[in-house]
Nanobody, 121 residues
Framework: QVQLVESGGGLVQPGGSLRLSCAAS????????MGWYRQAPGKGRELVAT???????TYADSVKGRFTISRDNAKNTVYLQMNSLKPEDTAVYYC???????????????WGQGTQVTVSS
């Protein structure tokens, strides 16, 4: 069964940095688009950044210039480098990916379990 496992969240002071990682299990054929979303308390889930299998990226306006999404296709892993963090970046961050599981020729959408990022002094 396909799993996305996130790591790298935590508590950081305003202006600090964190790097999130999300690794897909090995029971897959291929991965298309990958991305990061976040959900702050009392708010809906919002897109943070996406990256295609070819490396094209998109970002939410609120994180442009501060966050960088990247991926290592050989490791089935997507990263989110977050710099100049602000208190309003506090949220649970979720990894998302379109994956073709082993034994299937279709892709399905999968979510990670989420990792907490708290920006506070």
């Amino acid at each position: 069964q396909v799993q996305l496992v996130e790591s790298g969240g935590g508590l950081v002071q305003p202006g600090g940095s964190l790097r999130l990682s999300c690794a897909a299990s090995e029971s897959i054929n291929w991965i298309n688009d990958m991305g990061w979303y976040r959900q702050a308390p009392g708010k809906g889930r919002e897109l943070v950044a996406t990256i295609t299998s070819g490396g094209s990226t998109t970002y939410a306006d609120s994180v442009k210039g501060r966050f960088t999404i990247s991926r290592d296709n050989a490791k089935n892993t997507v990263y989110l480098q977050m710099n100049s963090l602000k208190p309003e970046d506090t949220a649970v961050y979720y990894c998302n990916a379109d994956i073709s599981p082993r034994g299937s020729f279709r892709t399905s959408n999968f979510w990670g379990q989420g990792t907490q990022v708290t920006v506070s002094s």
